[in-house]
């Protein structure tokens, strides 16, 4: 789950996105990615008989298993505080919530259709659903799956979307990460997954985010810092207790 500051400004010095490192994804036609801790996450596989798979983000070795919800046309997932998965899929536009062991604790028809991957975040929490075919992003309260709101990408074909303190979108037509609308990492072949995690480190906020790749079925993480100023410091470090 990403976190979004609510009310609540810090200056901060503009800081770029570094590739720190990739690996190659062990499952086929990888998918929708939601990390878990810094150096482990979920990741979806596609195909007929889709899967989930909880994986280390330094090696992409396989730790566990379990059948996708709702079959072939799995695609987005979403982890919510370690104790639930949210899942899209693209084909029956169903959204799944399961245990991390993949028991079904309830679903519903995302209100608007053909959705890709997808996050939860933000205060009051939603459901952050990127849909390619239309070009937006659906922000859907996660409970009931009524349309809070809705917000237009800033390429052409949304894929998902996550962040703390920013939006981050990958678009696959454009092959861009984008950042508050502006484009931030290029050159992406078919970006379809994208998460990330924050930490404090002294007076620095790290920003890590993971991009999954369909076309290499490679998973690529990028970092960055952004120093913030002493005045804003001690309201920053309150949100990470």
Known sequence: MAVVLAATTFAATAAAWELVGSFRCL?????????????????????????????????????????APGGAGAWGIANRSRYALYFSNNQTSWIYVTTTAGSLYRSFQCPIPRPADLDIRGFPISLYI??????????????????VS?????????????????TLISDSATHTIYEDG????????????????????????????????AATNYIYRYDKWTPVEPASLGRVKALFR
């Open 182 to 213: 502006r484009p931030v990492i290029k050159d992406i072949q078919t970006p379809v997954g994208i998460d990330d995690i924050h930490t404090l480190g002294g007076q620095d906020i790290g920003y890590f985010i993971w991009v999954v790749d």
């Open 27 to 67: 499952v086929t036609n990888a998918r929708g990615f939601a990390r878990d801790q810094l150096e482990s996450g979920w990741v979806v596989s596609g195909g007929p008989n889709p899967y989930v798979y909880y994986i280390s983000t330094q090696t992409g070795t396989i730790a566990s298993s379990f059948p």
């Open 150 to 166: 809705t917000f237009a990408g800033p390429g052409s074909r949304p894929t998902g979307c996550c962040g703390y303190g920013m």
């Open 130 to 147: 990127a849909i390619p075919d239309r070009n937006v992003i659906a922000v859907v309260n996660p409970t009931t799956g009524s349309l």
